[in-house]
């Protein structure tokens, strides 16, 4: 027999699939899960944690809020329906979750447990993927699909420097397991800044009198940081932010990503900047799309700006005091208006391109960036490359009054000529999402 699909694993992503296509007689499939039953990161169901994600976002919900799968029909055939309305709370408890999710899987016959898929292969002839897998008695078993959907989740990270004293150590994904054994220490330090390091912490810390054990918690980090729950993020996940995701040129995506990325990070990072234009930037290519720039000749057009900062005398001009809101304009004039409105209107002459779109990818790219390092998101709001316009910055006047020496290296803000503003085409892109 030939499925229409082969999922492999059984978590939330496949499961929520399984109960999605369970009503649809003519899509046939199968779940292969290589735990014994439904078991949703058993080693961090601590007591009273809870979802970082609302109820809503459940196996079903937001896909089809009549399925039978949904959170509130579970809580209405288990008579909870009106405990969590009264608990006023949209996010569930972690171990209620896992309940939940068992409980669907448990109706969903075409979910096989014990079953780990260690080979999977194309039939050419046949036009299907065959998976492979052994059970728990060690029998071998192998079903042909024509889609493969691939949900195994994550392994745990161990970092090298513990792999070979994992005596003392313990993943927190076997928290639960190791708890007892932890406790028995005299010291225990929890290593780490995120959200389950924290739930450790903090479980531990409650019981460490009744132990006695000395508690540490270390990260890293410079510092703990909030969740990312902005709306922005969660607009991410949702289906028609993945279809215009999708829809966007890759290519450029890209090259975008290669240029674009490392000069904000330099910026948010360290306060760095360049002027990140034609004669200073090398672009390597592999297979004909950019994988990263080199930047060179960049003893002028390069500065730091942070005139505290202490450096080696040889480079001690290019750190240099700017006023608070004139330092994003390293951004908004030397890439947005000396280089990108440039590209953009090449992109349109030669039909790759309109404008709109190009900037949603700058948009896009900067948005990534911003999501994945939260650790400086007072700057984002500080220097916000998405407000509604910048200071227009006319360097060509300075090329036209010194050609010898476009800026006074002693004081470059000095020599700026700014005229007025611009609007920022990612403030008018936003916009439009926003009201589409
Ligand atoms: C402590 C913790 C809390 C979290 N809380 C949230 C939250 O509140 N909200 C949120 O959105 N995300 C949360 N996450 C992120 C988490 O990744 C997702 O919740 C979710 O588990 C991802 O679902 P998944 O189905 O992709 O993968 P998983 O849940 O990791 O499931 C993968 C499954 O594949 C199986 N598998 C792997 N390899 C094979 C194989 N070869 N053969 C057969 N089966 C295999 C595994 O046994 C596992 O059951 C949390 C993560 C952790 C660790």
Same mark, same amino acid.
């Not at 079903?143 to 420097?161: D, F, Q, W, Y």
């Not at 280089?339 to 349109?348: C, D, E, I, K």
């Given at each position: ?246 829809? @966007?040129? =890759? /290519?450029?995506? &890209?090259?975008?990503? #290669? ?10 990072? +360290? *306060? ?88 949603? @990818?700058? =948009? /896009?790219?900067? &948005?990534?960036?911003? #999501? ?10 500080? +220097? *916000? ?52």
């Amino acid at each position: 027999m030939i499925y229409d699909f082969i999922a492999i694993g059984a978590g939330p992503f496949n499961l929520g699939l399984a109960c999605l296509t369970d009503p649809i007689p003519e899509v046939n499939g199968i779940i292969l899960e290589q735990k014994e039953r439904f078991d949703w990161h058993p080693g961090m169901l601590i007591d009273g944690t809870t979802l970082q994600t609302p109820f809503l976002g459940d196996l079903v919900t937001l896909a089809d809020p009549t399925s039978r799968f949904s959170f509130l029909n579970y809580a209405k055939l288990h008579n909870r329906i009106y405990s969590f309305y009264i608990r006023e709370d949209l996010f569930l408890f972690r171990n209620e979750y896992n309940q939940y999710c068992r409980w669907a899987a448990e109706q969903l016959p075409n979910v096989l447990f014990g079953q780990t898929v260690d080979r999977v292969e194309y039939d050419e002839v046949g036009r299907c993927y065959r998976a492979h897998s052994r059970d728990r008695n060690g029998c071998r078993h192998s079903h042909s699909a024509r889609k493969l959907v691939i949900g195994t989740g994550n392994a745990p990270h161990v970092p090298e420097c513990v792999k070979g004293d994992m005596d003392h150590a313990t993943h927190s994904s076997t928290y639960l397991a190791d708890k007892a054994r932890l406790q028995a220490r005299r010291s225990i330090t929890v290593v780490g800044s995120g959200q389950s390091a924290a739930e450790i912490f903090r479980d531990l810390l409650q019981e460490s009198d009744r132990h006695g054990y000395h508690l540490n918690w270390i990260t890293r980090s410079p510092r703990y940081f909030p969740l990312e729950l902005t709306k922005l993020t969660l607009e991410m996940t949702s289906p028609d932010y993945a279809d215009y995701f999708f829809s @966007l040129p =890759a /290519e450029e995506r &890209e090259r975008l990503n #290669a240029y674009l990325s490392p000069l904000i990070h330099c910026f948010y990072a +360290y *306060d760095l900047a360049f002027m990140p234009h034609g004669e200073n930037l090398i672009l390597v290519l592999e297979d004909h799309v950019p994988v990263r720039v080199v930047m060179k000749d960049i003893g002028e057009e390069i500065g730091i700006l942070n005139g505290d900062i202490v450096l080696p005398e040889e480079i001690a001009r290019i750190s240099f005091s700017v006023r608070e809101d004139m330092k994003p304009n390293c951004i908004f004039t030397d890439v947005f208006d000396c280089f990108f409105r440039h590209l953009s209107a090449l992109l349109v002459e030669v039909g790759l391109l309109d404008e709109r779109r190009f900037w949603a @990818l700058v =948009a /896009e790219c900067i &948005e990534t960036y911003q #999501a994945s390092h939260p650790e400086y998101g007072a700057k984002y709001v500080r +220097y *916000d490359l998405f407000a509604s316009q910048f200071a227009l910055n006319c360097l060509n006047r300075l090329q036209i009054a010194n050609n010898q020496q476009m800026l006074d290296l002693a004081d470059p803000e000095k020599s700026l000529q700014f005229i007025g503003t611009l609007d920022n085409p990612l403030a008018i892109v936003r916009q439009g999402a926003g009201s589409a």
